[in-house]
């Protein structure tokens, strides 16, 4: 154990407060996703994944601007997310949640060897680093602030469009009962459809900032999709605030855990914390009764 | 007249059909090519070793095969999956009939499959893979690998820091304080242990040792560790992404050293790291079996400096590239000794290419240091060695990037450079 109290452990406590920020994030658009349309998108990390290309195509080939090159990333996975649910969820929509995740598991590996294809199977970037930012010998990078403040606002925007605007508004009463919303007149197709841009831009925006601090390569998405998948199961699957705090506890698990043993320990510290939770929990912390 | 002359040529095209049907029958050996073509090891050094190996039996077959057989490649795609590379070796075997396998970059797709080939009684040769536990102890008979072994990357660069702490850094060797970190699998817990058994003899403070998954998301913790540990080298073997993670991370959190010694994999793919880091991928240093185009020929076999350049000239045509990685040339070494070397022998002494005549080939390979492109010589360890079926006779180099180049640095019979030791100032890792 190497776990004195010293800068080096506050440090550790903060960036796992920062790399809390981008697993929110990514955990922000699955539980939005799944709230409203009950339906677990498996390829979720495979769609930041898309976004992440797009960026790196968009500014790197097309030679856009960096900021215009998001813009549109956002803009393809957003796109993306409606063409998923209108191609791949909605026919599969009244079928056994098992027939879902195949078809989204489906999905997962077509875009995986479908970026294969068409990019190859070089590591890329975009060649952008923003570099740090240091106080009483502790560093920070500016990448990992730049996603925490994006992931806090992202949520405070998202808070108040559900909760301000009729969309919203129709958006969470969807959310709470399917069968009898369209009864009260609203068109849950258009709905849902809505939801899978929003869940979608998500993605992009995750991706916008995920292309600055990783490599992209097809495979990127094996290496976030299984934790951000834990940590909307322990936040309680469809709650956003829920998956927001797991994202936390999560990070200091793997920072502090990291920090203290090994960093394997970390991982295996938070999937042990995990599977007791779920244990006491099967909702998940701040899930619904099952 | 006419009659004659369509007489004639009916004789000649006759003759032509009688003299191409050996031809067409050319007898063939079928050779199962397993490397990771697509997945994160694909641009960690795989697909270069695999444009190495076909541009290997390209070459041979354009001379005319091997004694009459002509090398015909069954090439598979691991997918950088243990599974899938255990299920391609096996498919290759029993559904391809292929006479043998060839290929493997992952050491964690290399120990389970070389046990399970040789445990068929099937005949394979390893060409990247270097994880010394493939063969250690395991007294395995049909499966041989030329390629240098993880005890050796790992002793490797201590021995190059023992060599310059003194005259470099200005230090005694034990107060050289170093980290060793890795990836979790056979490769990186390979090397590491070659690290570990030969910095601690050579009396050098290990600081900080840990292995973390070539998939993690996030290193910061480790970085931390080494910030509060504060080595004066850190050896670290990874893949990608990892080590660009690594190195990011460690920009961003001012972790500082006087040298950097990667061992292959993701640390040999220099035109990746100068693409994603620029200038401060340089001074990195690097240790793989010496990308052959930085040797000198004169130090070689005659003739060995020409093959060299025909390979350089056609990976750079078939990949664009502009420098050549070592993967390259290990997957190009490998596969030329032993078309030029183990097959004639097999045909020609043993009476064929089933495992057994190749097997006793191998086991008679006899090629002094200068005899392959990438320097080292070729002798295989017999059955009851510790490391039966490995090379007794590879050896490592220690590389070095300057200015986007590979220079070697280590050892003193072939070093190209002076080291250039420590970090100089102003660069983005010194301190």
Redesign the interface.
């Known amino acids: 154990m190497?776990c004195a109290l010293?800068i080096?452990f506050l440090?550790?406590v903060l960036?796992g407060l920062l790399?809390a920020g981008l697993l929110a994030l990514l955990a922000l658009g699955l539980n939005l996703v799944f709230g409203v349309i009950d339906v677990v998108w498996i390829c979720y990390a495979e769609l930041v994944m898309v976004g992440m290309y797009a960026i790196f195509h968009f500014h790197k080939v097309v030679g856009l601007p960096l900021p215009v090159a998001m813009a549109l990333g956002i803009l393809v996975v957003a796109v993306a997310g409606v063409i998923l649910h209108a191609v791949v969820i909605r026919p599969v929509l009244d079928t056994p949640p098992i027939n879902q995740l195949l078809v989204t598991g489906g999905v997962l590996f077509f875009l995986q060897a479908a970026a294969?294809m068409a990019f190859g199977?070089?590591?890329k970037?975009i060649?952008v680093?923003l570099?740090?930012v240091?106080f009483a010998d502790m560093?920070?990078?500016?990448?990992?602030i730049l996603t925490f403040v994006v992931a806090l606002a992202i949520v405070l925007v998202l808070w108040q469009f559900l909760r301000r605007t009729f969309v919203g508004t129709a958006i969470r009463a969807v959310s709470q009962d399917r069968q009898i919303m369209p009864l009260m007149g609203v068109d849950t197709r258009q709905i849902y459809l809505i939801t899978s841009a929003i869940g979608g831009g998500l993605a992009g925006l995750a991706a916008t900032l995920m292309v600055l601090?990783?490599?992209i390569?097809?495979?990127?998405g094996?290496?976030?999709g299984p934790?951000v998948f834990m940590i909307c199961v322990l936040g309680g699957l469809g709650s956003m605030v829920g998956g927001f705090v797991a994202a936390f506890i999560i990070a200091q698990f793997?920072?502090?855990?990291?920090?203290c043993f090994?960093?394997?320990w970390?991982?295996a510290v938070a999937f042990l914390f995990f599977m007791v939770i779920i244990f006491i929990r099967p909702q998940g912390l701040f899930g619904g009764k099952v | 007249m006419l009659k004659l002359t369509t007489g004639a040529l009916a004789l000649g095209l006759a003759a032509l059909l009688g003299a191409a049907g050996p031809a067409a029958a050319q007898k063939e050996i079928k050779i199962g090519v397993i490397y990771d073509l697509t997945g994160p090891f694909a641009a960690g050094g795989s697909k270069a070793a695999a444009v190495g190996t076909q541009i290997a039996i390209d070459m041979i077959n354009e001379k005319g095969g091997v004694e009459g057989y002509k090398v015909v490649p069954v090439n598979a795609d691991a997918q950088s999956k243990g599974d899938v590379a255990i299920n391609e070796a096996e498919r290759l075997l029993n559904d391809a009939k292929v006479d043998m396998l060839m290929g493997v970059f992952s050491s964690a797709h290399c120990v389970p499959m070389a046990a399970k080939v040789d445990a068929a009684k099937k005949f394979m040769w390893a060409n990247v893979c270097v994880a010394s536990a493939v063969f250690k102890d395991k007294n395995l008979k049909y499966v041989f690998r030329g390629q240098v072994h993880s005890d050796q990357f790992g002793e490797a660069s201590c021995q190059f820091i023992a060599d310059n702490a003194k005259s470099k850094l200005g230090m005694d060797v034990k107060d050289v304080r170093v980290a060793i970190i890795h990836e979790d699998g056979p490769y990186g817990a390979g090397v590491a242990k070659g690290n570990k058994e030969k910095c601690e003899s050579l009396g050098m403070k290990i600081v900080h040792e840990e292995g973390y998954a070539a998939t993690s998301t996030d290193l910061s913790a480790l970085v931390t560790k080494l910030r509060r540990a504060s080595p004066d080298v850190i050896l670290h073997t990874g893949y990608n992404p990892d080590i660009t993670l690594f190195l990011r991370q460690s920009k961003d959190a001012g972790l500082k050293w006087k040298a950097l010694i990667g061992h292959g994999a993701g640390y040999g793919q220099i035109d990746k790291l100068m693409a994603t880091f620029g200038k401060d991928a340089d001074y990195i240093y690097n240790v793989d079996p010496v990308a052959a185009q930085l040797l000198d020929p004169k130090t070689l076999k005659p003739g060995l400096g020409d093959i060299t350049a025909e390979m350089v000239k056609r990976y750079k045509a078939q990949t664009g590239a502009s420098e050549v990685p070592p993967h390259a040339s290990m997957g190009f070494n490998q596969s030329w000794y032993f078309f030029t070397d183990v097959l004639p022998r097999a045909i020609k002494t043993h009476g064929g290419i089933d495992p057994e005549a190749l097997r006793k080939a191998a086991l008679e390979t006899d090629i002094p240091e200068g005899g392959t492109i990438q320097g080292y010589g070729v002798k295989f360890n017999p059955p009851g060695h510790p490391m039966a079926g490995q090379n007794a006779r590879s050896s490592p180099v220690v590389m070095q990037y300057i200015g986007g180049e590979t220079k070697i640095a280590w050892p003193t019979a072939l070093k190209t450079i002076d080291p250039v030791l420590p970090l100089p100032k102003g660069h983005t890792y010194a301190r």
């Open positions: 190497d010293d080096f440090e550790a960036n790399l294969t199977v070089e590591f970037n060649g680093q570099g740090s240091s560093y920070f990078s500016w990448n990992r601090q990783f490599d390569y097809p495979q990127i094996l290496q976030f934790l793997i920072t502090i855990g990291g920090s090994a960093t394997e970390g991982y």
